[in-house]
């Protein structure tokens, strides 16, 4: 073995982060550039079904709160865009990879918010899941997107407590309220264990992505921990999952579930859920009306870079 993948081996083995500027191998910097930035594509994309009750938001401080969420999770694009560019990949290059349907997106943003209730169930659920995917990350070998992920994992939390507090005050409310609650729930629940991926049998990348200690658990693992917390959560807001073959295994000591629908997961992953042309339009859209932002900040740069220069 040479040198330089013995030292790289030794330190994942010994939990000493990988920072940009180390020796990894390829692949590593490889399978680092996707995970990420599908990460970040995906906050980006998860803008677009929440912004959309923004201007519906029940009261002023909903309102308030629900755009203090969308914009934390530009600020998580952002990270994880500056953290991805460390590998050696331009900012450019990976919207491209977006926008021209090379990189994908988290599955879950391809369904449809149709009631204020959508925006608890996303809360509850699907930040839920994101924090039961994301905390391990915080101890991903790789520094700068373990860093990230502290502090994405804070505003993660925020976010679901203020999804289940939406469910819980819906749930408590008139009988119209509640069904809503429900509605919602029956709705966002198994596209939100679907989107921990593909059962490890079926998951090409997680055998090597845990060698290298850039995923600390399976899919599997990830989405039982997942059922096992809501099928609990589910009790104190009174409502139920859609799901009849969900009971507490004693001997397991976790919750049994029913079978997950792998037909529509990659029906969706494939680019042909409800909402996937929709998303991708608004980003062409945003891109291409932001191009003026971009010109803008290129004449800056370098306007300053020749300021700078005559100091010099
Ligand atoms: N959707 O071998 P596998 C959030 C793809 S939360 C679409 O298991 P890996 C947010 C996978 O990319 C969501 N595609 O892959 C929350 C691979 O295809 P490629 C984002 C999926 O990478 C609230 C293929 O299936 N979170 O941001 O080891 C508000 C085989 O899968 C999905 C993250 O991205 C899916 N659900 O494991 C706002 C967390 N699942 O790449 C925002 C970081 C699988 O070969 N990412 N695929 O073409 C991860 O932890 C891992 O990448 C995954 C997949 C667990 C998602």
């Known amino acids: ?33 996707r995970q990420m930035s599908q990460h970040a594509h995906s906050e980006i994309v998860g803008m677009l ?20 969420k969308v914009q934390d999770e530009a600020g998580h694009g952002l990270y994880l865009y500056a953290g991805t560019e460390t ?25 449809p918010t149709l009631t ?23 101890r991903c070998s790789f520094g700068p997107y373990s860093r990230a992920m502290i502090r994405i994992c804070k505003e993660e939390s925020f976010h679901q407590r203020q999804g289940f507090d939406i469910l819980l005050t819906l ?23 679907m989107m921990f991926g593909p059962n490890d049998d079926n998951s090409p990348h997680s055998a090597q992505s845990m060698a290298w200690k850039i995923k600390r658990f399976s899919n599997d693992e990830l989405r039982q921990k997942f059922i096992d917390m809501c ?29 997950i629908n792998w037909h529509e997961f990659w029906n969706v992953v494939n ?24 010109e803008a900040a290129d004449a800056h740069a370098k306007k300053r870079r020749a300021r700078e220069q005559q100091v010099a």
């Open 231 to 259: 099928a609990d959560q589910a009790k104190v807001l009174e409502l139920t999952l859609p799901d009849k073959k969900l009971q507490w295994n004693e001997k397991r000591k976790h919750y049994d579930f029913g079978e």
């Open 49 to 68: 079904p929440e912004g959309a009750w923004i201007t519906r938001a029940p009261t002023l401080k909903r309102k308030a709160i629900l755009i203090a």
């Open 87 to 111: 590998l050696n990949i331009g900012r450019e290059e990976m919207i491209d990879q977006l926008l021209t349907g090379k990189a994908k997106y988290s599955s879950i943003f391809n369904y």
């Open 116 to 138: 204020w209730a959508d925006i608890g169930a996303i809360g509850w659920l699907v930040d839920g899941a994101a924090i039961m995917n994301q905390v391990p990350l915080c």
């Open 1 to 33: 073995m040479q040198n330089e993948e013995q030292i790289f081996l030794e330190k994942i083995d010994q939990e000493i982060k990988i920072e940009p500027r180390d020796w990894m191998p390829d692949a590593y910097r490889k399978t680092l550039i």
């Open 171 to 193: 749930s408590r409310g008139s009988n119209a309220q509640r069904e809503m609650a429900q509605d919602a729930i029956n709705r966002w629940w198994w596209p939100s264990v």
């Open 271 to 294: 680019g042909h859920g409800p909402c996937n042309k929709e998303r991708m339009a608004a980003r062409i859209s945003a891109h291409e009306n932001g191009a003026w932002v971009r």
